[in-house]
């Protein structure tokens, strides 16, 4: 039988291997959402079948394939040792199909934001979130080892992947989807701050709040674990900013410029150790300021904003990022750490 120890840690190839079908699962799955919440039940072509379901299912098949083809190389038992998280996501991702096929013959299939609930699709997230979770944790060699270019360019992929399956199914409370159309063409997804009504400026605070803690836990919690190569932010965000032109065209040119920026900034406040709370509140408040900022020079809607609004976002951007850095910091500060084992002892 092979030995189960793969050298300390797996190799890089085999992660960037799990990463590429995790991103072709992603991939599929965003567009079987996106088929959901924009046409719902005017959807014509056989669902377990439709487009996006294959994609879907090349994924989940190619994590399979990554798997036991691990097994075969280094033991039965390697997966569940070493890759533990990618086994469980794949057994979710396994039973969510098959209970979205049940749930789709006994109910119908799910109309507009129905489909960002719905218990099947619910235990498809876990899954995926399970997998792309999975190579972040694996490069992690602790945050005073410095990641090599190959496993910084796999975080950065695998950051990237995981926040747009994050952002997806929070799709009623995130900006990604500002200028995307939805119920066939019949509504227009505003970007955060060009919309009067009282409706979207609530949601649009809203997704400030929320997005504002996503990113900035993603990135205090990863550098609490590991030590990327400078410019790792830079990409992943950089990559991020991609998915909304994808989705809505140049509607969503000033969320892929704050994403950007976002990223850039990250990276400035230190890629070689844990950032400070004021680095990552700053960055933060950059992404939302070169958003509205954006908006108002090239943007295609208009910032109707007053300054209390668009000012009120940057500043609870600064607060969220500050909150969360300072955190993180607080709970994974050596001192306190050896504090709770003298504690226990």
């Known amino acids: 039988m092979a030995d189960t120890r793969v050298a300390g840690r797996v190799p890089p190839v085999w992660l960037f291997a799990l990463m590429v079908a995790n991103s072709v699962a992603a ?32 994924g989940v098949a190619g994590v399979a394939l990554v798997l036991g083809a691990f097994a075969l190389v280094h033991g039965p038992r390697a997966p569940l040792t070493l890759l533990r998280s990618a086994c469980a996501g ?11 096929s049940v749930w789709h013959d006994a109910f119908g299939i799910e109309a507009s934001f129905q489909a960002l609930v719905s218990p099947p699709h619910l235990l ?32 950065a992929l695998s950051v990237t ?12 409370l995130t900006p990604l989807i500002g200028g995307s159309r939805f119920q066939a063409g019949a509504y227009l997804e505003p970007l955060v701050g060009t919309s009067y009504l009282d409706y979207d400026t609530s949601r649009g605070l809203a997704q400030t709040l929320w997005f504002g803690v996503l ?29 909304p032109l994808v989705a809505s065209g140049r509607d969503a040119l000033p969320l892929t410029i704050a994403l950007f920026v976002y990223g850039l900034v990250s990276d400035l406040g ?14 933060v408040a950059a992404m939302w300021a070169a958003m509205f900022a954006t908006i108002e020079a ?6 109707v904003w007053v300054k209390e609004l668009w000012g009120g976002a940057i500043a609870t951007g600064f607060l969220v990022g500050l909150a969360v850095g300072g955190a993180v910091r607080w709970v994974t500060s050596p001192a306190r750490v050896a504090s709770r084992v003298d504690i226990g002892r």
């Open 270 to 283: 230190g890629t070689h150790q844990q950032p400070h709370p004021l680095a990552t509140g700053t960055a």
């Open 27 to 58: 991939i599929g799955l965003f567009g079987d959402i996106a088929r959901h919440v924009t046409f719902g039940f005017t959807v014509g072509e056989s669902d377990f079948l439709s487009s996006w379901h294959l994609v879907l299912y090349g």
């Open 161 to 172: 992947s995981l926040l747009v399956v994050i952002s997806l199914f929070t799709g009623y």
């Open 124 to 155: 498809v997230f876990a899954g995926l979130v399970l997998l792309m979770a999975t190579p972040i944790g694996v490069v992690a060699d602790g945050p005073s080892v410095p990641l090599d270019v190959l496993r910084s360019v796999i975080l």
């Open 215 to 243: 990113v900035s836990l993603v990135v205090v919690l990863v550098r609490a674990r590991s030590a990327p190569v400078s410019g790792t932010w830079t990409v992943a965000f950089g990559l991020l900013g991609v998915a």
């Open 90 to 100: 794949l057994a979710a991702l396994t039973a969510g199909g098959i209970a979205d």
């Open 298 to 303: 090239v943007g295609r809607q208009e910032l």
